[in-house]
């Protein structure tokens, strides 16, 4: 079996344990799986683990961690992704294509053009998305969500323009010029990235000078006017490619 699984506690050699439900019940009704058999698991830390199923019952799958394999398929700097939660159809797309391009941090932003999904029971189900988005991609680490946050204690937070540490900060503008545009995205010794991305309908002017009145670089995406979730993943993959 070449899938991979989930468990959300850490996870040590040597150790024995059932797996959730949901992961039982994918190996159990859809793999098929039997006692004897080979998956790999991965716990969110970087590792992942070789792992032979000892039990397969009615409802749980019980397991043996073989050995414990550090496979990186991190990038090299940080990359921050932040924009609204988008409308539940379009919800998966972003997540999943985020987790793809190895962006480790996205926070949800409350932009004054955006209708805020903050109850607890969305957040949880993003982050089942992520998860899930990392079986499939192979990465070993889980990008973090970050709690729903406004515009403006994004583009103020000290953090990101720390100088011992410092990330280069983009906003998304379609109105920018092509000078702008063009802008080098090399971190040099930066460490990473971080972008602001806009809702549907975009920044209001107010937010746009508050962004550069605060230090954030402003970067055009093309001729076109592009949705928020194509808008976020190109922004991932120009800063991942260079």
């Not at 019980?62 to 159809?89: G, H, W």
């Not at 480790?104 to 955006?114: A, D, E, L, V």
Request: neutral net charge.
């Amino acid at each position: 079996m070449s899938q991979r699984f989930f468990h959300p506690e850490k996870i040590q050699p040597g150790k024995s344990f059932s797996l959730a439900e949901s992961e039982s019940h994918h190996l159990i009704h859809v793999m098929r799986a039997q006692a004897g058999d080979s998956i790999v698991l991965f716990d969110g830390t970087g590792s992942e683990f070789s792992t032979l199923i000892e039990s397969v019952n009615r409802k749980t799958v019980d397991v043996l961690i073989l050995a414990e394999n550090k496979i990186n398929r991190e990038l090299s700097t940080e990359l921050i992704i932040s924009c609204p939660i988008p409308k539940s159809d379009r919800q998966k797309f972003l997540l999943e294509k985020l987790t793809e391009l190895g962006v480790t941090h996205w926070i949800p932003m409350i932009t004054h053009r955006s209708n805020p999904q903050t109850h607890a029971k969305s957040l949880e189900k993003l982050k089942r998305l992520v998860i899930e988005a990392s079986k499939q991609c192979g990465r070993n680490r889980l990008m973090s969500i970050g709690k729903p946050t406004p515009f403006s204690e994004i583009v103020i937070n000290e953090a990101y323009r720390n100088e011992s540490s410092p990330l280069r900060c983009w906003i998304a503008d379609p109105t920018s010029t092509q000078e702008q545009a063009t802008h080098s995205l090399k971190t040099d010794n930066a460490a990473g990235s971080i972008f602001l991305i806009g809702p549907e309908g975009g920044f209001t002017p107010e937010e746009i000078l508050a962004a550069s009145q605060a230090g954030w670089q402003s970067i055009r995406l093309g001729k076109t006017i592009l949705r928020m979730e194509t808008a976020a993943m190109a922004c991932a993959t120009l800063a991942a490619l260079t």
